[in-house]
């Protein structure tokens, strides 16, 4: 199975900041990794994928880099809705494994 | 809008067995696959099974021969049925759309719903 890590857990940030989650992936995976962004009670979002395709209607604040084993997501200024966790996937095989999530709170 | 809603999670004993269903609107369910994803408390994302368009399906290995995954197209509806149930598979259920054909991103996930395993 594909082991994906990323870093750091928790990322204090205050509101206009500039932050980079980063994810790497324990073999290639090309191009094939995305990110959600989840918020309790509410359903996951996917904000990006192919590791650099900003989902439709996704702020352009966001953005994915990174290709083989490692990847960013970074936010150029921090909004007050991105207080979230965020998630990283590889999506070249089976069976699909996620990152253990970056929390992202406000400082 | 697509949307998705999940239903059937609640407490079960050891052992038992419970469905979950999601009922799929807003996009022509029976051209895409479908996938479920749980979150047990306080961790993070683990996929857990998915099924093609065409039926073929997919699990992770510590679900195998408990869970099936399966789809009704003509009720626009993904299953989840979950046997033999452990304490390890407390979890939120979201259910989720695939973005397009082969293994791939989820594009659309619903609020999911939450199972207790516990005697």
């Known amino acids: 199975d594909i082991q994906m890590t990323q870093s750091p857990s928790t990322l204090s940030a205050s509101v206009g900041d500039r932050v980079t989650i980063t994810c790497r992936a324990s073999q290639s995976i090309s191009s094939w990794l995305a990110w959600y962004q989840l918020k309790p009670g509410k359903a996951p979002k996917l904000l990006v994928y192919k590791a650099s395709t900003l989902e439709t209607g996704v702020p352009s604040r966001f953005s994915g880099s990174g290709s083989g084993t490692e990847f960013t997501l970074t936010i150029s200024s921090l909004q007050p809705d991105d207080f979230a966790t965020y998630f990283c996937q590889q999506h070249i095989s089976y069976p699909i494994t996620f990152g253990q999530g970056t929390r992202l709170e406000i400082k | 809008e697509v949307q998705l809603v999940e239903s059937g999670g609640g407490l079960v004993q050891p052992g038992g067995s419970l469905r979950l269903s999601c009922a799929a609107s807003g996009f022509t369910f029976s051209g895409y696959g479908m996938t479920w994803v749980r979150q047990a408390p306080g961790r993070g994302l683990e996929w857990v099974a998915a099924i093609s368009s065409g039926g073929v399906t997919h699990y992770i290995d510590s679900v195998k021969g408990r869970f099936t995954i399966s789809r009704d197209n003509s009720q626009n509806t993904l299953y989840l049925q979950m046997n033999f149930l452990r304490a390890g598979d407390t979890a939120r259920y979201y259910c989720?759309?695939?973005?397009?054909?082969?293994?791939?991103?989820?594009?659309?996930w619903g609020q999911g719903t939450l199972v207790t395993v516990s005697s």
């Open positions: 989720a759309k695939v973005r397009t054909l082969g293994v791939t991103s989820f594009d659309y």
